[in-house]
Each structure stands twice: as C-alpha cells, then as structure tokens.
C-alpha cells in the first residue's frame, strides 16, 4: 500500500499537479499501515524497527516476515504499477 502510494503521487510525472498533497498522502497510507496492522505485528512497517526489540527480547519466531514481506511487497508493487498503470 506504501510503495504504490509512492510511486503515484511522488514518482509519476502525470501526478505533477497533486505533488503539493503528495506528503499527504504518504503519511496517510503509512498511518494506515500502521493502524491495520498494529493488532497483528504492532504496527511496525519497518523491518530495523523490528529487529531492535527481537534482539532484546531474543524472540524470533517468525521474524523472517519482517524481512521478507516488504521485499517482497514492493517487488510486487512495482510490477504492478509497472505493468497496471503503464503509460
């Protein structure tokens, strides 16, 4: 949701005329990452955020997630965007 975000109103040079709103809407889609997900990894989008704490408490079942989800969820975001919304 973030990286899609991103791309739309940042990266895209047909967005030019909403780059005001852009901050916007990226802290929108962030905080609502966030809230979404705050019940089931609490809320954490970032994966050094989450190694801190793991570190710490040495609890590491399934860490990898946080690892290999937004990897892969961006390498899906851009493809889509690319192949979706092409000129």
Do not use: C
Request: aromatic letters at 12%; zero cysteines; a positive charge.
């Amino acid at each position: 949701m973030l990286v899609p975000t991103i791309f739309m109103v940042a990266i895209d040079r047909r967005a030019e005329q909403y780059a005001k709103l852009a901050p916007f809407a990226i802290s929108s889609a962030l905080t609502a990452g966030v809230l979404l997900s705050g019940a089931i990894s609490g809320g954490s989008l970032n994966p050094a955020r989450a190694l801190g704490p793991a570190l710490f408490a040495n609890l590491w079942q399934n860490h990898i997630v946080y690892w290999l989800g937004p990897v892969f969820g961006a390498v899906l975001a851009v493809l889509a965007y690319s192949y979706v919304l092409k000129e």
